[in-house]
């Protein structure tokens, strides 16, 4: 019975570690997506001022 306490507590153990680590990659999996998505928001930004300054420089009116 000792053996199998001491067994099972190592087993408690490694599950926590696991259920931490898989925590810890859901943390960076989800800061990298919120980055991608920034970078998606600033790049389509970009774009729309660069067809903002193309229709002045043509000084025609601009698409919505």
Known sequence: ???EEALLARVDHVD???RNRVHDFLALLQLALRTLDELRLWVRRREKEREIHRCLRRRSPCCD
Do not use: I, K
Request: charge should be negative.
């Open 16 to 18: 926590v570690v696991q």
């Open 1 to 3: 019975e000792e053996s």
